[in-house]
């Protein structure tokens, strides 16, 4: 995508550079040098640099976008940036070690990063894939590695809501992959904020565990445990329900299940299993953040 193609389909010249984007991003609370305001403003000055590296502290939990008068997609137009920065060869890497070296413990792999161990693991719950992420989560509680945990479950059809349980049947219902945003970083706030230092684990995307780290730099007694999942595709769930309708005919929310195989998106539906080309869908444009995790689950 073209780098004006990007501002126009964001909405970046709809800003009227109210702050209320910058007054509800949680990394702004505590990086007061950074402003999705502001990296919005250069466009308007038709500055639209790849290079800006305040574009990658952004970790897509939308809280800009949903409160924003204007309709910019703040998280997509960073996205585009960092997209534009990565096929120029553009990438924060110094950043990421530092986060590794401060939070992981293992031997250095160029692929991977800080790797302590790989393992391979089969378990009887039934997942999207394997289980293995809700059979984790359900053993930490039981053995007492932590005492609660975020997750992401289901609402209405197939849109996604974070919360914050000690209940393993709310863990068994949050099973199964959502393919798409949900923030969990409003879940993590509360958690810190309300719990104090209870011991928390928290299953999310890549991009939300490198928020995550950022944020939990400035709460070191916080005890949290990140599990990551590897994405390989995420969606903006009303674009994925239009996109979905008008390719496939389906109405979502009826749905049984989703699933992204071989470069397919899948949708179980009544016994059939109507597909998609994944790259006829709009998804998130790149990821580089799946390094720094406790645990990075694939």
Not at 58 to 76: I, Q
Not at 117 to 146: M, P, R, Y
Not at 213 to 238: K, N, S, T
Request: some cysteine.
């Amino acid at each position: 995508m073209e780098m004006e193609e990007l501002v126009q389909e964001t909405k970046v010249y709809n800003c009227v550079e109210c702050g209320e984007c910058t007054a509800n991003c949680p990394i702004a609370w505590f990086e007061k040098d950074y402003s999705p305001r502001l990296i919005a403003k250069k466009a308007l000055e038709g500055v639209i640099e790849p290079r800006e590296e305040k574009i990658w502290s952004c970790m897509s939990c939308h809280l800009c976008s949903d409160r924003c008068p204007s309709g910019v997609d703040y998280p997509c137009y960073f996205w585009g940036l960092r997209a534009e920065a990565l096929q120029a060869g553009i990438e924060e890497d110094a950043y990421v070690r530092e986060l590794e070296e401060l939070f992981l413990s293992g031997d250095w792999d160029e692929d991977i990063g800080i790797c302590r161990e790989i393992v391979g693991g089969k378990t009887t719950v039934e997942g999207q894939d394997g289980g293995i992420v809700t059979s984790l989560l359900i053993a930490g509680l039981q053995k007492g590695l932590f005492e609660r945990a975020i997750v992401v479950r289901k609402k209405a059809g197939f849109g996604a809501q974070a919360i914050v349980t000690e209940n393993v049947e709310e863990i068994l219902e949050a099973r199964g992959s959502k393919y798409q945003f949900s923030p969990t970083i409003e879940r993590l706030e509360e958690a810190i904020i309300e719990g104090g230092k209870r011991r928390t684990a928290i299953v999310a995307l890549p991009c939300s565990i490198y928020g995550i780290r950022r944020i939990q730099r400035f709460y070191p007694d916080a005890d949290l445990y990140a599990i990551g999942l590897f994405c390989f595709e995420v969606f903006y769930y009303d674009l994925l329900k239009r996109m979905v309708s008008e390719l496939l005919g389906i109405d979502l929310e009826d749905a049984d299940k989703l699933d992204v195989k071989q470069g397919k998106f899948v949708v179980h539906i009544g016994g059939e299993q109507p597909a998609c080309e994944v790259k006829e869908l709009e998804a998130a444009f790149c990821c580089c953040d799946h390094r720094i995790g406790d645990m990075q689950i694939v």
